[in-house]
């Protein structure tokens, strides 16, 4: 295989990771607050087909937003760190490579996915969320703080993935260093 294939499979890989991660994050703040997804998510990425307000079954909706919001933050990972990795050496060490600084993205993206539910736990539900000029996407939400709790921990996963990102290509420009003999 030659670094241009492995280019291509990590950037795809790294779509499939990135969906695989968002479904199951959507599952996890469905369970936590399914206002999150039938009063803002499900409108926004326009998945309005079958949504059930009452404790029904939404799977089908939840990995439609989850693959729509999350794909394409992985074609942007594997893309740019994939582009970091061409100088390795082989294609071999380019994937051992890869795979490691795509594990320290994904711990990352975790970490600051929980910190921003405890973020929003701490700063966002124990005050009026007009006060701080925090979109609410209707009045008609029974639950508010569980739902600042999921606005917060979404927004902190981009956060995270962001970060991780730019601690993955860290780690690859140090590996590459190693690679090519600095």
């Known amino acids: 295989m030659n670094k241009k294939t492995t280019l291509l499979s990590i ?6 990771i990135a ?23 499900f409108v926004e990425y326009g998945v309005t087909d079958g949504i059930t307000k009452n404790g ?30 061409l100088p390795i050496a082989t294609p071999r060490d380019m994937y ?8 320290i993205t994904i711990a990352i993206t975790v970490f600051m ?7 929003g736990r701490i700063f966002l539900t124990d005050y009026n969320v007009e006060a701080w000029g925090i979109f609410m996407p209707t009045k008609n939400i029974l639950h508010p703080e569980r739902f ?9 996963t981009y956060i995270g993935a962001i970060i991780g990102m730019l601690v993955g290509s860290i780690f690859i420009i140090t590996k590459k260093r190693k690679f090519i003999g600095f």
Do not use: Q, R
């Open 11 to 16: 950037s795809a890989l790294s779509c499939i």
């Open 19 to 41: 969906g695989a991660y968002g479904i199951i994050n959507d599952y996890f703040l469905f369970k936590f607050c399914p206002e999150f997804f039938t009063e803002f998510k």
């Open 56 to 85: 029904g079954d939404n799977s089908l909706n939840i990995i439609k937003v989850g693959l729509m919001a999350s794909w394409w933050m992985g074609l942007i990972i594997g893309s740019i760190l994939g582009i970091l990795s």
């Open 96 to 103: 051992k490579t890869l795979f490691s600084s795509m594990g």
């Open 113 to 119: 996915s929980l910190a921003g539910l405890v973020f």
């Open 148 to 156: 600042m709790m999921c606005l917060s921990m979404h927004n902190f």
